[in-house]
């Protein structure tokens, strides 16, 4: 089974740029997530998504983060202008539905440097 | 008062050692807890769930106290390949975790 495939692997932008990030869960995964994990701390909870819905998008900083997932399927998240302290690994992750257990599967996340 | 709290170490043990790591967190609402690693530059994966009577899987024993609100990891007889980082995960809502910074453990020869 392929894992959750993320895109670029890693991104350098100067401050006030904007960026995109792509993700594509495991196939069938209803549920979607995107962390934010900075260095030295544990990843933070940006959005999720039900299919195509956002169930929590509470921490992300809608000033300037956005996030879609149109066909419930693949999902992009934008920064758009970066600044410095948004340099940190975008990790997504994706859970498959009707399952009583509680396992997130993380793709290789997209470390983004901010200059 | 952050909502996961854990020592981020690091923890420096030799091969064959026991060592524990602790975590506590703020809502006593929460519902399920794990324990997930995380190897440098990669991402985190599931390690173990932790249950109310405490439980086991090889080396690995997770214990979780409601009242103190207060989990535990225990890895025994360490091995190199055990040098992580431990993240202990709440989840107080249905479907939202809440990971703590982490415990760095690092294991020498």
């Known amino acids: 089974e392929a894992g959750v495939a993320q895109s670029p692997r890693y991104k350098i932008i100067e401050k006030r740029q904007s960026v995109a990030f792509w993700c594509n869960p495991i196939?069938?995964?209803?549920?979607l997530y995107w962390y934010q994990q900075i260095l030295g701390q544990g990843p933070k909870l940006l959005i999720q998504?039900?299919?195509?819905?956002?169930?929590?998008d509470s921490q992300l900083p809608k000033d300037r983060f956005s996030a879609e997932r149109l066909k419930g399927v693949d999902s992009t998240l934008k920064i758009q202008p970066a600044k410095l302290e948004d340099s940190a690994v975008y990790l997504c992750?994706?859970?498959?539905?009707?399952?009583?257990?509680?396992?997130?599967?993380f793709g290789p996340g997209t470390r983004l440097t901010v200059t | 008062r952050k909502e996961v709290e854990q020592d981020p170490g690091p923890f420096n043990v030799p091969e064959g050692a026991t060592v524990a790591f602790n975590c506590t967190y703020s809502?006593?609402?929460?519902?399920?807890f794990f324990w997930y690693r995380q190897d440098c530059r990669k991402e985190p994966k599931l390690l173990m769930s932790v249950y109310s009577s405490g439980n086991e899987d090889g080396r690995f024993t997770a214990q979780l106290n409601r009242a103190s609100q207060y989990i535990s990891l225990l890895i025994r007889d360490s091995k190199l390949s055990d040098s992580a980082t431990y993240l202990c995960?709440?989840?107080?809502?249905?479907?939202?975790?809440?990971f703590g910074t982490g415990t760095r453990l690092l294991v020498s020869p």
């Open positions: 809502n006593s609402a929460s519902q399920s």
């Open positions: 196939s069938g995964h209803a549920t």
């Open positions: 998504f039900q299919n195509n819905g956002v169930v929590d």
């Open positions: 992750a994706s859970r498959p539905t009707g399952t009583s257990g509680y396992e997130q599967y």
């Open positions: 995960v709440v989840k107080v809502v249905v479907q939202k975790l809440v």
